[in-house]
């Protein structure tokens, strides 16, 4: 696939990713479980969009004139902890914090605790309601921000959703980009056995949407999407349907059966951390 950036920013973007798998580790090692495996999965997308596409100021989480980024999926919150300390949002030693009581960050995520999360997610399939709030809110103000919102296959399952989704297209939100984490599992099992989503890519351009669907673990493949979705000339939202692979880069946590909710052996996050292995760019 095409990309319009250098192999040197290609592979500064997967560092990138990179360090946002280390400092999710890190967090979990401090806690001893958490959603690991959902972090390590969706660290590329997180690094396409803090690093290549999202415009905004590390020390100035409000500033006006930022694109907002939406994590509709409340415990993936350690995963955007990650990329907020890799952005330099959040001092690094804070990662130390993780989960403890009075932190700024919590295991699953509140806006009013920290910097750079703009909205409170966690009930499933409210985050790209807001979203739509948001655009809505934007365009009356004749803002150029676009607001980005990372949700997850689960979340296909809420009628919310869908009937975001379709006010979205009526409204015609070309300033929304919608993320979808498809990794295939959620609390109750694989999400296409809990409730089939497939086609999902006939599904959204039928409610009006340009859609795309790459793999969410090659960096090229989600710059090149990253890009086409915010320079898409449509009067119409847009969303890119990232295949990710849960506890990505580590490879006893890529073949374990049940990584929804991650608990290992003490010994096991330092052979993680050891062991952790930097994506592939193109």
């Known amino acids: 696939m095409t990309v319009n950036v250098s192999s040197t920013a290609l592979t500064a ?7 946002i798998r280390r400092h999710a580790l890190r967090m979990g090692q ?25 415009r905004y100021q590390p020390q100035n989480p409000e500033w006006e004139a930022r694109d907002r980024f939406y994590l509709s999926i409340g415990h993936y919150a350690i995963a955007l902890y990650a990329a907020l300390i890799e952005a330099e949002v959040i001092p690094l030693d804070e990662l130390e914090t993780y989960g403890s009581d009075d932190s700024r960050l919590p295991m699953s995520g509140m806006a009013a605790y920290t910097p750079g999360m703009e909205i409170t997610g966690g009930s499933l399939g409210h985050g790209l309601g807001i979203a739509v709030g948001a655009c809505l809110g934007l365009k009356r103000k004749k803002s150029d921000s676009f607001v980005y919102n990372l949700l997850s296959d689960g979340e296909l399952n ?14 015609k939100l070309d300033n929304l980009i919608a993320i979808i984490d498809v990794n295939n599992q959620q609390a ?3 999400s296409s056995e809990v409730l089939a989503f497939e086609p999902i ?5 039928a409610f009006g949407w340009f859609t795309q669907r790459v ?4 960096i090229g493949a989600l710059v090149t999407a990253f890009d086409a979705a915010r320079n898409h000339e449509g009067a119409q939202p847009r969303v890119i349907i990232c295949d990710t692979k849960m506890g990505k880069g580590v490879d006893f946590l890529e073949t374990r059966e049940k990584t929804h909710f991650i608990r ?18 193109v």
Not at 13 to 19: K, T
Not at 163 to 171: I, T, V
């Open 201 to 205: 890519v006939d599904r959204w351009q």
């Open 30 to 54: 401090v806690q001893g479980q958490g959603y690991v495996g959902q972090a390590l999965g969706a660290a590329d997308l997180l690094a396409v969009s803090y690093f290549h596409a999202l």
């Open 215 to 218: 793999d969410g673990n090659d």
């Open 188 to 190: 109750d099992g694989h």
């Open 13 to 19: 973007l997967a560092e990138r990713a990179h360090n």
């Open 264 to 281: 290992v052996d003490e010994n096991e996050w330092d052979l993680a951390l050891k062991n952790l292995k930097v994506g592939r760019t």
């Open 158 to 171: 809420e009628g919310s959703t869908w009937e975001a989704a379709m006010s979205a297209s009526h409204w």
